[in-house]
């Protein structure tokens, strides 16, 4: 039982928080992260989604940096 705890923080701590700051008071932010999640659960190229979102977040981070 524990070691299922653990791993669900460890695997979703961001997407947590993630929810926590931007749905606190806004519904639609909790909506469209659902209907990725959702999306990328269910899709056949679910993978691709996730891949291709990863990607475009890490260049969004590069960018804020530069």
Not at 49 to 59: D, H, M, R, V, Y
């Amino acid at each position: 039982m524990m070691f299922e705890g653990g791993y669900c923080v460890g695997c979703c701590w961001a997407l947590m928080g993630l929810l926590f700051v931007a749905g606190v008071m806004n519904a639609i932010w909790i909506a469209a992260i659902a209907i990725y999640v959702l999306a990328e659960k269910v899709l056949p190229a679910g993978q691709i989604i996730s891949k291709t979102t990863g990607l475009g977040l890490i260049g969004l981070g590069l960018w804020l940096l530069i």
